[in-house]
Nanobody, 125 residues
């Protein structure tokens, strides 16, 4: 069983930056594929960025070049550095973990086994 706790969300002006963190419990964090998803009001949850246990990384086109995902297996923590934020980045951001998957990033949220409670990111124009 894995518990995930996100932090770092908040209100920021367009063009600003935020850094999200996701602290994980459990013994085998290094073996999980990890992802950041987001959900805006009235919209479906969408993939933002992911990092596999192999270190392979993938970004959604909407955040590529602006967001950076990373993980610290020793600290059992996942990060999302968000720069050049836009109002359309406003959403609840969720951290997710998947076990038993190949060493590639999965974009489908249904393949993730564990989810955090989410952290709100609001970007004002």
């Amino acid at each position: 069983q894995v518990q995930l706790v996100e932090s770092g969300g908040g209100l920021v002006q367009a063009g600003g930056s935020l850094r999200l963190s996701c602290a994980a419990s459990g013994r085998t964090f290094s073996s999980y594929n990890m992802g950041w998803f987001r959900q805006a009001p009235g919209k479906e949850r969408e993939f933002g960025a992911g990092i596999a246990w192999s270190g392979s990384i993938h970004y959604a086109d909407s955040v590529k070049g602006r967001f950076t995902i990373s993980r610290d297996n020793g600290k059992k923590t996942l990060y999302l550095e968000m720069n050049s934020l836009k109002p359309e980045d406003t959403a609840v951001y969720y951290c997710a973990a998947a076990e038993g998957l190949p060493p590639i990033v999965e974009l489908n949220p249904l393949l993730y086994d564990y989810w955090g409670q989410g952290t709100q990111v609001t970007v004002s124009s």
